[in-house]
């Protein structure tokens, strides 16, 4: 019994923490844009295909394959952000929005043509995942590994928020951009760091996704992406604990259901977590940790 309460508890942990780390992603760009980018699955896939690309060519040391799958997922997000979401910038939200669905409709498209349509082996993470047994506990090594690099980068990312110059502004910028322009700090400069970080996300959730699954398809980041938005969502979007706390809670009421749901109803597990989730955001419409209005904010 306690075997079964201790995996299930990591299971529930990792999954989290991948749902955590992507919505932290969503939520650093809409903090400070006011943008939903849906297109960050698309730079998951990027980190996804840059992992097969380098293993292909012979880069068989696993070091240069991470650092190489975070940096090509950082170049995507900072370009997507000049190429497609700067045009938009002072646009309406609704056309922001569907710039972002565009733009991740296109990728997938380009990936079905000029790659493949069908899942592609990657096994250069594997490494990442081997059997640790404890006593009489078995687990996975992926697992603690995931929830300690999503940790260790949240903690990294308070610390840049709250030391950096351009941490500061960010933070600045996401109560009142029109001040912090004022100020003399370039907008182009803020954005383009807050696209940076949230591809960092994306690389470094792309790394565990593909040891987990072991292959690399266009739709790679597409469902996770959906989660991460429904994690932000109940945590309250803007707010950066919130998009921590949401993804957590995400990952428990999955595997919490996936225990107590009967074998038969497995299926429907998705079902039931939404309806948690729709009761939680009827306690808590804006999410439960939204951001509170600064006096004199406009309503």
């Known amino acids: 019994m306690i075997d079964y309460v201790v995996q299930q508890t990591l299971n529930a942990l990792s999954f989290?923490?991948?749902?955590?780390?992507?919505?932290?992603?969503?939520?650093?760009?809409?903090?400070?844009?006011?943008?939903?980018?849906?297109?960050?699955?698309?730079?998951?896939?990027?980190?996804?295909?840059?992992?097969?690309?380098?293993?292909a060519i012979a880069f068989k040391n696993p070091i240069i394959i991470i650092v190489g799958a975070i940096f090509?997922?950082?170049?995507?997000?900072?370009?997507?952000?000049?190429?497609?979401?700067?045009?938009?910038?002072?646009?309406?939200?609704?056309?922001?929005l569907l710039t972002a669905f565009g733009v991740s409709l296109i990728l997938q498209n380009l990936f079905l043509l000029l790659v493949s349509p069908r899942p592609i082996a990657v096994t250069s993470m594997y490494f990442l995942d081997w059997p640790i047994k404890l006593g009489t506990i078995r687990i996975s090594?992926?697992?603690?590994?995931?929830?300690?690099?999503?940790?260790l980068a949240i903690l990294l990312l308070v610390l840049f928020l709250k030391r950096s110059f351009l941490g500061i502004a960010m933070r600045a910028a996401s109560l009142d951009f029109e001040m912090v322009r004022l100020m003399g700090i370039r907008a182009n400069r803020v954005i383009a760091t807050a696209f940076a970080i949230s591809g960092l996300l994306a690389g470094i959730a792309a790394i565990f996704i593909i040891a987990r699954?072991?292959?690399?398809?266009?739709?790679?980041?597409?469902?996770?992406?959906?989660?991460?938005?429904?994690?932000?969502?109940?945590?309250?979007?803007?707010?950066?604990?919130?998009?921590v706390l949401g993804g957590f809670l995400l990952g428990a009421l999955e595997v919490g259901m996936l225990v107590i749901l009967p074998q038969s109803y497995g299926?429907?597990?998705?079902?039931?977590v939404f309806a948690v989730i729709a009761i939680i955001l009827v306690w808590r419409p804006e999410g439960i940790l939204s951001p509170q209005k600064e006096k004199g904010d406009k309503i």
């Not at 006011?34 to 980190?47: C, D, P, R, S, T």
């Not at 950082?74 to 002072?90: C, G, K, N, S």
């Not at 959906?226 to 998009?243: H, I, N, Q, T």
């Open 16 to 55: 989290g923490a991948e749902y955590a780390l992507i919505a932290l992603g969503l939520a650093i760009v809409f903090s400070i844009m006011g943008l939903v980018n849906f297109a960050h699955g698309e730079v998951i896939a990027i980190g996804g295909y840059s992992m097969m690309v380098m293993a």
């Open 141 to 151: 090594s992926l697992q603690i590994f995931e929830t300690l690099a999503t940790l």
């Open 72 to 96: 090509a997922a950082v170049i995507m997000a900072i370009f997507l952000e000049r190429i497609a979401f700067r045009p938009v910038r002072y646009a309406d939200a609704t056309t922001g």
């Open 267 to 272: 299926g429907m597990k998705d079902a039931f």
């Open 213 to 243: 699954r072991g292959a690399v398809d266009p739709t790679l980041g597409f469902n996770p992406v959906l989660k991460a938005f429904v994690a932000c969502v109940v945590g309250g979007f803007g707010s950066l604990p919130g998009a």
